[in-house]
């Protein structure tokens, strides 16, 4: 649950990015009532400044070819943090990491040997979604504390639990 705690906020932005890519997501879209929701804004955690950012994370992903396989491999380098405080059983975290590390450097050079460099690209992108989504938490969180957010929600439970 820790490592979940921790990571929420990264794996949405990673998901959000995947799903830009490959399945055509908007970044607005009309609900059934004639109500416009704003994708992006939920993908940047409602940080409009960062959309700039955001297309140039998705530039370099779409450039490295981020396909499926990469993108299951991050989503675990995001989950499995040996560093995140509280987790009792690091040696079993940071042995999971590794062997994920491990599986994307063999996945990058098996399947796209012309691409570059592909793995350390990959996991140079990680430290910029995490600041990415540290951003928004940040502005979720100011926006909580002045009243402007719902209290009783998983997004809010998960925002209070990554502060403690």
Not at 97 to 105: D, F, K, R, S, T
């Amino acid at each position: 649950m820790k490592l979940l705690q921790h990571s929420w906020s990264d794996m949405l932005v990673l998901d959000h990015l995947h799903q830009r890519i490959h399945n055509a997501l908007p970044d607005e879209t009309t609900l059934h009532n004639g109500q416009k929701f704003d994708l992006l804004g939920l993908g940047l955690l409602g940080v409009p400044q960062l959309a700039d950012h955001f297309n140039e994370l998705q530039n370099k992903l779409q450039e490295l070819k981020f396909d499926v396989g990469d993108y299951i491999c991050m989503k675990f380098l995001l989950l499995l943090n040996p560093e995140v405080r509280g987790i009792t059983n690091r040696k079993t975290i940071l042995e999971g990491y590794e062997n994920v590390q491990a599986a994307l450097l063999d996945y990058t050079l098996t399947c796209y040997p012309s691409v570059t460099e592909k793995f350390s690209k990959l996991l140079s992108i990680i430290p910029e979604i995490h600041a990415m989504a540290e951003r928004g938490e940040d502005h979720l969180y100011v926006k909580h504390c002045a009243g402007g957010a719902p209290t009783q929600t998983l997004l809010m439970e998960m925002l209070h639990a990554k502060r403690k």
